[in-house]
């Protein structure tokens, strides 16, 4: 297996389980940090220094801003599940499938309107 394979692999486990870790004190700073496009950023230097490109580096940054927008459906469905006191298996679940139909709903209208292929 490749080595550079596995360091990713560690180093976006690590950040991933050290939002998961702050998140247990606080809340507020694991939001932060887990709003920040940590995994957006790795994802850009770990596709850089692979292909030492600036083109693919650029496609995936305009392809992740437009699937952040339906991504923002999960957060206030997931939130809103939880407080009508329904099991978080439940909520995590009906929220992610609301959020796979919004997404749908996006592509639909992102292809029609001619903005993406």
């Known amino acids: 297996m490749d080595y550079r394979f596995i360091f990713k692999v560690i ?5 991933v389980a050290g939002i998961s ?3 247990k004190r606080s809340s507020v700073v ?3 940090l887990a709003s920040l ?4 950023l790795l994802a850009f230097i770990w596709l850089y220094l ?10 995936l940054s305009m392809d992740i801003f437009w ?9 206030p469905l997931f939130s809103y599940c939880l407080r009508q006191n ?10 992610a ?3 796979v139909g919004v997404y749908y709903l996006f592509f639909f209208l992102l292809k029609r309107f001619g903005i993406m292929a």
């Not at 180093?11 to 950040?15: D, G, Q, S």
């Not at 692979?50 to 496609?59: G, Q, T």
């Open 11 to 15: 180093v976006t486990a690590l950040v």
């Open 21 to 23: 870790e702050i998140g």
């Open 30 to 32: 694991a939001a932060l």
């Open 37 to 40: 496009p940590l995994t957006s």
């Open 50 to 59: 692979d292909k030492n490109e600036n083109e693919p580096v650029a496609e």
């Open 67 to 75: 699937m952040v927008i339906p991504s923002l459906a999960f957060f």
């Open 86 to 95: 329904w099991s978080f298996v439940i909520s995590m679940v009906v929220s």
């Open 97 to 99: 499938a609301i959020t």
